[in-house]
């Protein structure tokens, strides 16, 4: 949770007017003085407050300058929405200035580089005229890139607060962030694994699935499934649990723990069972730590070869994320001249 709930009544409603009204008239002391209100009255307010306070909050966010506290407002839309506003009616302004300040990062780092200087840890405590210099004579411009690097984590909790409880959302705006979010995470400097599996996270999506032990295939579709532990169980349950190959179907709870709409409330001592080797149509691994979206596409389709797996492996059946319930379901077994046409773009399981 974005903020730790406090139990007494709040004026979150009133402080986000004072704050629409201050932002309007352009009036920058009283703005901080609003802006404050409601940063204090978010963490007291009813779920009413939050669910009509989350899409006025976000709707602000473009009207404030980027070198202004607009992740710590993205950050008290982000928690309304953890409260119950809409996240379809929060997510563009949230979504676009996480998107912007991405690219303000990448631009930090191309200017940082150029100089000849390693990349710094992304500390806003490290800024000074020293450190804005090296990114151009632009003062207001260098301040922005520097802060955009230096705060840019801060966009992940509203962030996630949105992409994990919409598939619309995730629809709508992840493809235009993800590869942003990846390149800025290569840098390597920069904690953004929960927003780049969030981003990736496949809707609705069919997958082509051959289950090479048997020569069976299978189209099955997956859903909110945040990375290959949970799609591997959950496989497992359409497969094994299905009657459809041989072996011993996942436990009642870690499929519940996968598919559950209510997040668990701490962490669990379900263990979840490795069933196959997950591996790509070329016979390379698979990894369980990964995403489906690293399934390879073929011929416009997803494909994925279960293998025999060449160890017993166990992990915990908490899903990786508590707010997104995944979901499989089996749509057709493939008759076998289909199966055969799909297992003719396959290789060997790579040694």
């Known amino acids: ?7 007494e009544a709040a004026r979150l409603t009133a402080a986000v ?18 802006f404050g209100a409601v940063m204090n009255s978010a963490q007291q307010a009813s779920d009413a407050e939050c669910l009509d306070a989350g899409p006025r909050l976000a709707a602000l966010l473009p009207a404030f300058p980027p070198t202004g506290p607009r992740p710590m407002l993205a950050m008290a839309a982000g928690y309304c929405v953890e409260r119950g506003a809409d996240p379809l009616a929060c997510a563009e302004p949230i979504l676009d200035g996480a998107r912007r300040d991405l690219l303000d990062a990448a631009e ?6 150029a100089t000849g200087n390693e990349l710094p840890a992304p500390e806003a405590e490290s800024i000074d005229d020293a450190f804005l210099a090296r990114l151009g ?11 955009a690097w230096c705060a840019l984590e801060q966009w992940q909790p509203p962030a996630l607060a949105v992409l994990c409880r919409s598939s619309e959302v995730r629809r709508r705006y992840a493809s235009d962030v993800v ?19 969030a981003l990736a996270v496949l809707n609705d999506e069919p997958v082509i699935v051959l289950h090479r032990p048997t020569g069976q295939g299978f189209e099955i579709r997956v859903d909110g499934i945040g990375d290959n532990f949970q799609l591997h169980t959950l496989l497992a349950h359409v497969l094994v649990g299905g009657g459809h190959v041989p072996g011993t179907a996942p436990s009642a709870e870690s499929v519940r723990l996968a598919t559950s709409p209510e997040p668990a409330e701490s962490e669990s001592d379900a263990v979840a069972t490795g069933f196959f080797e997950l591996l790509a149509p070329d016979g390379t691994r698979i990894w369980n730590e990964g995403l489906p ?17 060449s160890y017993a492996r166990t992990w915990n059946a908490d899903r990786f994320f508590p707010h997104l319930p995944g979901r499989a379901e089996l749509i057709r077994v493939l008759p076998p001249d289909e199966t055969e046409t799909w297992y003719a773009h396959t290789s060997p399981a790579a040694v």
């Open 1 to 7: 949770m974005i903020f730790n709930r406090k139990p």
């Open 17 to 34: 007017s004072d704050l629409e009204e201050a932002v309007a008239a352009r009036d920058g002391d009283r703005t901080g003085q609003a």
């Open 108 to 113: 930090f780092a191309r200017r940082w580089t």
């Open 137 to 147: 004579d632009d003062d207001y411009e260098a301040t922005r890139l520097a802060l």
């Open 179 to 197: 590869p942003l979010c990846r390149a800025v995470e290569a840098l390597d400097r920069h904690d953004l694994k929960c927003l780049s599996y």
């Open 293 to 309: 979206d690293d399934i390879p596409v073929v011929s416009g389709r997803r494909l994925l070869v279960l293998d025999t797996p």
